[in-house]
């Protein structure tokens, strides 16, 4: 009776372990952003938070943002990148978001840019959570 329980409960783990992982990796960056620039209408005017759950095959690996001395709108926008490439690097598919202007300080991100050499980590994920989407634009 214990062999049976255990063979039960490994297959069992097996199983959902598999299932798990039944997550297809995306083959074709571009043509999985492209999905979300064509329902971008979606997204603008929402928090960005729910685009990035909205990604489920794929995370941004790298930001960089565009800081400007604008008072009004410190922060336009925003590149998000999907590879470990260099971010500058021009041959790799990225979003383009424009944010909704607002007077949050951006003195963290600036810091989280150069201590994280650009990389999408959770500090950048929670300031960046609450923004609001104006655009979306995805280019290679």
Not at 31 to 59: R, W
Not at 79 to 106: H, M, N, R, Y
Request: proline share 6%; no cysteine; hydrophobic share 35%.
């Amino acid at each position: 009776m214990k062999i049976i329980t255990n063979a039960f409960l490994i297959g069992t783990f097996l199983f959902s372990s598999g299932w798990l992982m039944a997550q297809k990796p995306v083959k074709d960056t571009l043509a999985y952003l492209k999905k979300f620039e064509t329902n971008k209408e979606k997204y603008i005017g929402k928090p960005f938070s729910l685009l990035l759950k909205d990604m489920t095959q794929l995370q941004p690996t790298k930001a960089k943002s565009d800081i400007k001395e604008d008072r009004d709108n410190p922060l336009p926008s925003t590149l998000f990148t999907f590879s470990e490439k260099e971010i500058i690097s021009g041959a790799q598919p990225s979003l383009v978001i424009t944010w909704k202007a607002d007077s949050s300080p951006i003195t963290p991100l600036e810091f989280f840019q150069e201590e994280h050499n650009y990389h999408f980590t959770v500090s950048e994920k929670n300031y960046f959570e609450k923004k609001i989407i104006k655009n979306i634009v995805v280019s290679k």
